[in-house]
């Protein structure tokens, strides 16, 4: 008796080893490429500014990321969300500019504009039940059509630079001046930032304090938690990059506006998956429909809705990606959707439903924006990009495969 | 190696993931003989078979299997099927939309370069046409043909692969009289021509009638062989060795009181099949369950039970369905499953994971799954209480886990079947719709499963179960519903209940109204 509970001590021990692993695997993946790329580039890779910029060029697509993971998980797939920006773009900019809204009305009607779509197209995929990869191909073509129609084929520049500062700009306040070496080592002025570093270490602060008292709770009612060392650890862990991204910012322009807008997004959204009964109610329909459905879950519903969140998000993206090119191009968002869906499958989304996490899919949309940042620093063309971005995605797929296999988990 | 032996099976064992399924069996097969397995549900007879046919490939068992007195190591069906070794299983593996003489051609056509003679096969798949005695047109495609025609094809099929041991997994479970008969006498003819032949089948007259060797499993063993040849071989004898324990301590002791009072009336429930809307698969069938009672519902395969009881379960099953449904004296209308919950209904599955249990979700998920609206505040999990309710589950129904947090893929039937259970009891439901809930289950669980069961009744509930395993039905319950052909064929108490009875009233003859 006493042999089998140890083996199935060992075993728990063994499966929590392995879950984490999985969950933090991706944390490493990014950091071992950052410092692969910070040999190849002599450290150019994480200056302040770079990193800054990373999120900077990055940003539209982890938006779109936060929306296709939780359509990824419920077992669908958006092709629309390239199309669906340039669209959402191009009526922002529209709405500013020939109907000269001011910017808070333009974010708001884009976004509702956004909403619409997904309400069109969450009806056909969840109601009307065409599958969502034919519906949203046909979205795909539409949108595409209908950013053509309203901007006549013409970028739209926005009147003002709000919309650049928005996707571009950083919080340039609460900052003091002092002598540091520039790029070239001669010490000139520069600004140090100290609202990321006040607000990294307050997110740090409550992340241990609510880590703590949930532990302590847990513990008090006698439930399973995790052995106090991967505890410690996984707090150590965390607070270290969230210091780091802090300090970094902090060196640059401060907070990059995006970064915020972000980082709320990824808050929200990963606080309705993990805590909601909405959130649960999708990993449910995702991972098994049918036994969804007979446990009394509207799973019609709760897909109709992931795709209105899309929608949305779309619309989010197309500003910030307006705002980006300081323009509303008729072409933008090309690749978009590939961009996003290939995040989510690097970052442990599951090709079948059921499985993936926010925080994931905005590893993977870093795994490749780093992928792309670097080599484009090294000087090497969007030609080996795709290649080596096309090998990084079968590969964490692949890794992906074997591991839940192994694992007894696929 | 004895030469009379075609097949010989040698302390064979197999485990599935918590359940040992085959357990140290031999098991002898002499050439140009019909052998007949013989068993309860879950005895083990048709994973025997896929070890042979080599579903399960070598490697993924213990022990050897003699085919031709050389040990086989079949890696796939493909395999075996060089060998000469045809398997057809219970669920017929045609492909639908394609015509008769390709599926009995289908995976052995000879191409000449790599073009096919179509029509030199239309002339060749008549001589097996005929051979079978299916007098069709080759052309036509075998979804238009019914079950018992297409089990011809199947045979037809295998014969055109020269086989010389064919193995038939209830052939005629779907048949009526007068097509297994037919089928009987073609597995006698197919004797002469010298195919020896292994048939699983829970029809005991039919086994009495063909066998040559009768071979009784049970729970994973081998119990008895018999040389029908040799002495004469009674279905009581039979029947004695398949269910082999004693009854009276299968099934848990029984102490609760039933009520008088009627919880749900179900009148006239007729339900249309999902496909073909105008085949009606429940035909006005009119049922009530009183407080406290444990309700069986018997009968074939196909008798309309999962039907009947999915339809109600907020028109979880059918294209359309009328009739009534009272709970305590008022009507209900369910449209989607969440309505039946809300109303106190709970369902579980037979299909456990299909539609039963999220597999890659962990225990705790899968328990609350159906209550996330009680144990959340504004659409926020209180994730403290879902741990709470997972566990008390854990604990009271014994679901053995190395914690609420594993993932349910990795347990055992009966303790997934706890969960699914488990999730249902969350949801606090006054009848519980229990459709096959011991099914591949080892004894012990089903045991444990009973106890659950005898529980809530005890507590004030209603339970409805659906069972093919007769004795589980004698056992468990207050009273039997005998189903067949999508109707309610009869009402059995406790008292007078046995399995004659209740096969005689499934296959009597619909009396007019």
């Not at chain 1, 209105?308 to 705002?323: A, E, N, R």
């Not at chain 2, 073009?115 to 097996?128: D, G, M, P, T």
């Not at chain 2, 319950?477 to 309610?488: K, L």
Request: aromatic fraction near 8%.
């Amino acid at each position: 008796m006493i042999d089998s509970r140890e083996q199935s001590a060992l075993r728990t021990f063994l499966d929590v080893a392995k879950a984490n692993m999985r969950n933090y695997s991706m944390f490493l993946v990014l950091a071992l490429i950052m410092i692969g790329f910070a040999v190849l580039t002599n450290g150019v890779n994480l200056h302040p500014r770079n990193f800054t910029y990373i999120f900077i060029q990055n940003s539209y697509i982890l938006i779109l990321a936060v929306g296709m993971v939780l359509v990824i998980i419920v077992g669908n797939i958006d092709l629309s969300v390239g199309s669906l920006t340039a669209f959402t773009g191009a009526m922002a900019a529209i709405f500013f500019n020939r109907m000269g809204l001011g910017f808070a009305a333009t974010v708001a009607l884009t976004l509702f504009v956004g909403l619409l779509v997904g309400v069109y197209q969450g009806y056909f995929i969840a109601f009307v039940k065409i599958p969502a990869f034919i519906v949203t191909l046909a979205g795909m073509m539409l949108f595409r059509g209908l950013t053509y129609i309203v901007t006549r084929v013409t970028p739209i520049t926005p009147r003002t630079d709000i919309f650049k500062n928005t996707a571009s700009g950083t919080l340039d306040v609460l900052y003091i001046m002092r002598m540091a070496p520039n790029n070239r080592g001669v010490m000139v002025e520069q600004a140090f930032h100290l609202l990321p570093l006040i607000l990294g270490a307050l997110i740090v602060v409550l992340m241990v304090v609510f880590g703590m008292r949930d532990r302590r709770n847990k513990i008090k009612n006698d439930f399973h938690v995790l052995p106090v060392g991967y505890f410690i650890a996984k707090q150590v862990f965390m607070a270290a990059i969230l210091m780091y991204l802090s300090y970094k910012f902090a060196l640059y322009r401060g907070l990059p506006n995006v970064f915020i807008i972000l980082g709320i997004t990824v808050v929200i959204f990963t606080f309705i998956t993990n805590n909601t009964v909405f959130g649960r109610y999708i990993y449910a329909v995702g991972g098994n429909a049918r036994s969804a459905k007979l446990s009394g879950i509207n799973s019609e519903r709760v897909i109709f809705f992931v795709h209105v969140i899309m929608g949305m998000l779309c619309g989010l993206s197309g500003i910030v990606f307006t705002g980006y090119m300081n323009s509303a191009l008729p072409d933008a968002g090309k690749d978009f959707e590939l961009e996003a869906i290939a995040a989510c499958f690097i970052g442990g989304a599951s090709t079948t439903g059921g499985v993936g996490t926010i925080i994931g899919a905005m590893m993977g949309g870093l795994v490749m924006g780093v992928i792309n940042n670097g080599m484009s620093l090294m000087s090497i063309g969007a030609n080996w990009q795709y290649v080596v971005k096309a090998s990084v995605l079968l590969l964490a797929v692949w890794y992906d495969i074997y591991t839940r296999k192994k694992s007894g988990l696929g | 190696m004895n030469d009379q032996y075609i097949l010989e099976v040698k302390n064979l064992t197999k485990d599935f993931p918590g359940v040992r399924a085959l357990d140290d069996v031999n098991f002898s097969v002499r050439r140009g003989e019909i052998h007949c397995l013989c068993g309860e549900n879950g005895a083990g007879k048709s994973t025997l078979m896929n070890v042979i046919s080599g579903v399960h490939p070598y490697g993924s068992y213990e022990g050897q299997v003699f085919f031709h007195g050389k040990e086989a190591h079949y890696k796939s069906v493909k395999d075996s099927e060089k060998d000469n070794l045809a398997i057809i299983h219970q669920e017929l593996a045609l492909s639908p939309y394609l015509s008769i003489y390709e599926n009995i051609f289908l995976g052995h056509i000879k191409p000449k370069f790599g073009v096919i003679n179509w029509s030199e096969l239309i002339v060749a798949s008549k001589q097996y046409l005929d051979k079978v005695g299916l007098h069709e047109d080759p052309d036509t495609v075998v979804s238009k043909m019914g079950v018992g025609k297409q089990q011809l094809v199947e045979i037809a099929r295998a014969l055109s692969k020269k086989v010389e041991l064919l193995i038939l997994d209830e052939p005629t479970s779907s048949l009526n009289d007068a097509e297994s008969e037919k089928l009987l006498q073609l597995i006698l003819e197919l004797k002469k021509e010298g195919i020896t032949c292994i048939m699983i089948s829970h029809k005991l007259n039919e086994v009495l009638e063909i066998a040559d060797s009768i071979t009784v499993l049970r729970d994973g063993k081998t119990i008895k062989s018999f040389d029908t040849n040799a002495a004469k071989v009674s279905e009581a004898e039979l029947i004695q060795h398949m269910v082999g324990r004693d009854m009276t301590h299968r099934f848990p002791e029984k102490k609760h009181q039933i009520s008088d009072e009627v919880i749900l009336e179900v009148e006239d429930w007729t339900v249309f099949h999902p496909e073909y809307p105008d085949l009606a698969v429940v035909k006005g069938a009119s049922f009530r369950l009183r407080k406290g009672e444990i309700l069986a519902f018997c009968g074939p395969m196909g008798a309309g039970r999962t039907e009947l009881m999915m339809s109600l379960f907020g028109r979880s099953y059918g294209s359309r369905c009328s009739g009534t449904v009272k709970i305590d004296g008022k009507e209900h209308i369910f449209h989607t499953p969440k309505n039946a919950i809300s109303a106190g209904l709970g369902y579980v599955s037979e299909d456990r994971k299909g539609l039963g249990l999220i597999l890659i979700q962990d225990v705790k998920t899968n328990i609350s799954n159906s209550s996330l609206d009680k144990l959340s505040v504004y659409g926020v999990v209180n994730k403290h209480e879902e741990i709470m309710a997972a566990e008390k589950y854990r604990k009271s129904l014994g679901i053995k886990t190395p914690s609420i947090d594993q993932m349910v893929k990795n347990l055992s039937g009966g303790n997934q079947q706890k969960v699914v259970l488990s999730r249902c009891l969350l949801a606090g439901p006054s009848i519980f719709i229990v459709d096959e809930p011991t099914r591949g289950i080892d004894v012990g669980a089903k045991y444990e499963i009973y106890c659950i069961l005898n529980d809530l009744v005890a507590s004030g509930k209603s339970v409805i179960m659906i069972s093919s395993e007769m004795p589980e039905a004698i056992g468990m319950a207050d009273r039997i519903y005998v189903m067949n052909e999508g109707r309610i064929k009869g009402e059995i108490s406790r008292e007078e209940a046995s399995q004659e009875k209740i096969m005689t009233m499934a296959l009597q003859k619909t009396q007019e109204k």
